[in-house]
């Protein structure tokens, strides 16, 4: 039982992945609990472009940029030489653990263990943090 739902859970997070880097739009109750799921991170992140750093850095343009780049804001040793640029799947695994990922660290989290909580927070972060369509 515990290895189907292991492999259920597997497979939705492979499929929101997939979708996510095709490009294909996320469903509306993704992007909610999303949403919902971000409650978790928004006493330490904002998300608007030029808003300052709070206790984490901003998240404005986080899709495919280089970890640990954003201007005045004092990222850990660790992160610094840690050389990820955040896609899915980078964030994927940082969003698990961010121990297990970078160890050395200073995120206060512990992650989300719920493959498919991260995929929604992930298509939900993409949408939310995209530059401005022009």
């Keep these: 039982m515990l ?20 490009g294909t739009a996320p469903t509306e109750a993704q992007l909610k609990r999303g949403k919902l ?5 928004q006493a330490c992140h904002q998300l608007k472009p030029g808003a300052p750093s709070v206790l984490g850095p901003n998240l404005a343009g986080l899709m495919g940029r280089k970890a640990a780049t954003v201007s005045g804001f004092r990222y850990s040793p660790a992160l610094s030489k840690a050389n990820l640029t955040w896609d899915a799947t ?7 653990r961010p121990s ?18 991260r995929a929604s927070l992930i298509a939900w972060l993409a949408a939310e943090t995209a530059a401005p369509k022009k």
Excluded: E, I, Y
């Design 3 to 22: 290895r189907m739902l292991l492999s259920v859970t597997t497979l939705s997070f492979v499929l929101a992945s997939h979708a996510l880097a095709a």
């Design 37 to 41: 799921l971000f409650t978790q991170c």
């Design 90 to 96: 980078t964030l994927d695994k940082w969003l698990q």
């Design 100 to 117: 297990a990922l970078v160890p050395g660290n200073t995120m206060a989290f512990a992650g989300l263990p719920k493959a498919d909580d």
